[in-house]
C-alpha cells in the first residue's frame, strides 16, 4: 500500500522557519520526482516545488524562492521542505505528492498545516 | 508565468446528467517535446487532490470512463458524462509544460 505522511507542520510567528518532512512507502521512492503543493484556507491548490529523483534538480515557485528548499533522502525513503523567512501568506495546508515530469500524480499525502501567526 | 482560467466558477448538476468544465491557459501548452502537459485532478470535500487526466485526455489508474479530457493548445475541457453524488467537489486544471507550474482556481461542482 502506497502512503506519504507529512509532518512537521504547525504554528509559527512571521520571519520563523519550520521544516516539514514526508515520510513515503509502497513505490520506489528513489525513482520518482516528488512534489509539494500547498492549499491557503478555503483557496485553490498551488504548486510549490519539485525535485528530480537524485536531488540535482530543483524547481519552485516565484514566491518561495530564496526562502523555501526542498531536499530528499533516498536512503530514508523521505522528503523534506526547509521553510524560512515564513510570512502569513504562507499559511496553508502541504501535501506531498509523487510527481510525474514534476507534477503531482495519483499518490498525495493528507497534508500537514502549517499557520503563520503571531 | 502560464495563468489558468477555469470556467465556470461554480457547476450546479443534476444527478445523471452530462457537466463540462473549461480551463483555458495564457499561453500554449504544448512542449517542445510535443506534449502538452496537461492535468485534471478532482478534490472531494475534506480530502487531498487525486488526479484524474494526465496529458489533456488520458485518464489515471483507477479513474472511471465517465470522466474525459479534450483540447489542444489553449483550451481545454474535462466532461463528466453521468454526474453522481460522488462527482461533488472542486476540479482544477493544472499545466506543467513551463516552470513554474500552475493550477487553474478550481470549479467547484454541486448538486
Known amino acids: 500500500e502506497v502512503q506519504l505522511v507529512e509532518s512537521g507542520g504547525g504554528l509559527v510567528q512571521p520571519g520563523g522557519s519550520l521544516r516539514l518532512s514526508c515520510a513515503v512507502s509502497?513505490?520506489?521512492?528513489?525513482?520518482?520526482?516528488m512534489c509539494w503543493v500547498r492549499q491557503a484556507p478555503g483557496r485553490g491548490l498551488e504548486w510549490v516545488a519539485s525535485?528530480?529523483?537524485?536531488?540535482?534538480?530543483?524547481y519552485y515557485v516565484d514566491s518561495v524562492k530564496g526562502r523555501f528548499t526542498i531536499s530528499r533522502d533516498n536512503a530514508k525513503n523521505s522528503l523534506y521542505l526547509q521553510m524560512n523567512s515564513l510570512r502569513a501568506e504562507d499559511t496553508a495546508v502541504y501535501y506531498c505528492?509523487?510527481?510525474?515530469?514534476?507534477?503531482?500524480?495519483?499518490?498525495w499525502g493528507r497534508g500537514t498545516l502549517v499557520t503563520v501567526s503571531s | 508565468d502560464v495563468v489558468m482560467t477555469q470556467s465556470p466558477l461554480s457547476l450546479p448538476v443534476t444527478l445523471g446528467q452530462p457537466a463540462s468544465i473549461s480551463c483555458r491557459s495564457s499561453?500554449?501548452?504544448?512542449?517542445?517535446?510535443?506534449?502538452?502537459?496537461l492535468n485534471w485532478f478532482q478534490q472531494r470535500p475534506g480530502q487531498s487532490p487525486r488526479r484524474l487526466i494526465y496529458?489533456?485526455?488520458n485518464r489515471a489508474s483507477g479513474v472511471p470512463d465517465k470522466f474525459s479530457g479534450s483540447g489542444s493548445g489553449t483550451d481545454f475541457t474535462l466532461q463528466i458524462s453521468r454526474v453522481e453524488a460522488e462527482d461533488v467537489g472542486v476540479y482544477y486544471c493544472?499545466?506543467?509544460?513551463?516552470?513554474?507550474?500552475?493550477f487553474g482556481g478550481g470549479t467547484k461542482v454541486e448538486i
Open positions: 509502497g513505490f520506489t521512492f528513489s525513482n520518482s520526482w
Open positions: 499561453q500554449s501548452l504544448v512542449h517542445s517535446d510535443g506534449n502538452t502537459y
Open positions: 505528492a509523487r510527481a510525474s515530469r514534476g507534477a503531482p500524480e495519483e499518490y
Open positions: 496529458k489533456v485526455s
Open positions: 525535485i528530480n529523483e537524485d536531488g540535482s534538480d530543483k
Open positions: 493544472m499545466h506543467h509544460t513551463h516552470w513554474p507550474f500552475t
